[in-house]
């Protein structure tokens, strides 16, 4: 059974970039089976996808962050990454790593999420 | 963009009884509909797909239905572990694969 566990700092200024890694065992982040997914969610927005990267080298964001985010994975390490410039207040919410079978498109697998506060 | 909407915001229901959720979408999304658990400090656990289709593990009191832009989500006879949030996520149009607002499931 996959298992997702991220990391990163809890809390980041304003304005800076915020990167996170996400961690994974029991599955891997070179099966062309799965995309590997960020998402986030806060009080005001819900969950929200932010984008996925797939062993092709395909990456996708939303539209809403494309400018700021990049997804990336790290074969060796079996991990994926996240990084977020430009941080505002706005960006404070609990990011999760989920795997996303290929086709299917809904999330099957979930880290348990890490808190991360954007404060000047 | 396929906006979800999930009513209510709160529903309050006492253990044992039968607790109902809805899930509507902005256009017809035909069965490409997810349903979530979120419990505080855990990861997400994937409910339902496929409208009506139980994931790996999840009890028989967790039902999906619906097609088209209507949903439900019905829990039987709620148990303790039952009390959290809920959301449901349309991936029809995918991506993004849009999420509603959430349904928080308290103890009545």
């Known amino acids: 059974q996959v298992q997702l566990q991220e990391s990163g700092p809890g809390l980041v200024k304003t304005s800076e970039t915020l990167s996170l890694t996400c961690a994974v065992s029991?599955?891997?982040?070179?099966?062309?089976?799965?995309?590997w997914n960020w998402l986030r969610e806060s009080p005001g927005k819900g969950l929200e996808w932010i984008g996925y990267?797939?062993?092709?080298?395909?990456?996708n964001y939303n539209v809403s962050l494309k400018s700021r985010v990049t997804i990336s994975v790290d074969t060796s390490k079996n991990q994926l990454s996240l990084k977020v410039t430009s941080l505002t207040a706005a960006d404070t919410a609990i990011y999760y790593c989920?795997?996303?079978?290929?086709?299917?498109?809904?999330?099957?697998?979930w880290g348990q999420g890490t808190l991360v506060t954007v404060s000047s | 963009e396929v906006v979800v909407t999930q009513s209510p915001a709160t529903l309050s229901v006492s253990p044992g009884e039968r607790a109902t959720l809805s899930c509507r979408a902005s256009?017809?999304?035909?069965?490409?509909l997810a349903w979530y658990l979120r419990i505080p400090g855990q990861a997400p656990r994937l409910l339902i797909y496929?409208?009506?289709t139980r994931a790996t593990g999840i009890p028989a009191r967790f039902s999906g239905s619906g097609s088209g832009t209507e949903f439900t989500l019905t829990i039987s006879s709620l148990q303790s572990e039952d009390f959290a949030v809920y959301y449901c996520?349309?991936?029809?149009?995918?991506?993004?694969?849009?999420f509603g607002q959430g349904t928080k499931l308290e103890i009545k």
């Open positions: 989920a795997r996303a079978a290929a086709a299917l498109y809904y999330f099957d697998s």
């Open positions: 029991g599955g891997s982040v070179s099966s062309g089976n799965y995309y």
């Open positions: 990267f797939h062993v092709s080298g395909a990456t």
């Open positions: 256009q017809s999304i035909g069965s490409h």
């Open positions: 496929g409208a009506s």
């Open positions: 996520q349309q991936y029809s149009n995918w991506p993004p694969g849009t």
